[in-house]
Nanobody, 122 residues
Framework: VQLQASGGGLVQAGGSLRLSCATS????????VGWFRQAPGKERGFVAA????????YYQDSVKGRFTISRDNTKNTVYLQMNSLKPEDTAVYYC????????????????WGQGTLVTVSS
């Protein structure tokens, strides 16, 4: 499964961005998908995940109420809507999937996108 993350950029604090994670050549409608992020000098950490059907979503505590994960299986795309962005949200954001239910542990994911940089200025 090849994933392509996009939508990053530079935004002021309080602003919004929508990230997209798309597949090419293969549907991933049957896969749970997670978003992770890695800030400079820090480990890659869990942000959000969504089940294959889209019925269930999970969030890291610091993004609850600000970020929303969703998916459109007809477009083979998973989205991460990020609102009320803070400077501490600055990181490279990655989408990932695995042949099993989503977890919060990045090492348990088999397929990764290339990452998209989000920079939030104060």
């Amino acid at each position: 499964v090849q994933l392509q993350a996009s939508g990053g950029g530079l935004v002021q604090a309080g602003g919004s961005l929508r990230l997209s994670c798309a597949t090419s050549g293969r549907t991933f409608s049957g896969y749970d998908v997670g978003w992770f992020r890695q800030a400079p000098g820090k480990e890659r950490g869990f942000v959000a995940a969504i089940t294959a059907s889209g019925d269930s979503t999970y969030y890291q505590d610091s993004v609850k109420g600000r970020f929303t994960i969703s998916r459109d299986n007809t477009k083979n795309t998973v989205y991460l809507q990020m609102n009320s962005l803070k400077p501490e949200d600055t990181a490279v954001y990655y989408c990932a999937t695995r042949l099993a239910p989503a977890t919060v542990k990045s090492r348990e994911y088999e397929y990764w996108g290339q990452g998209t940089l989000v920079t939030v200025s104060s």
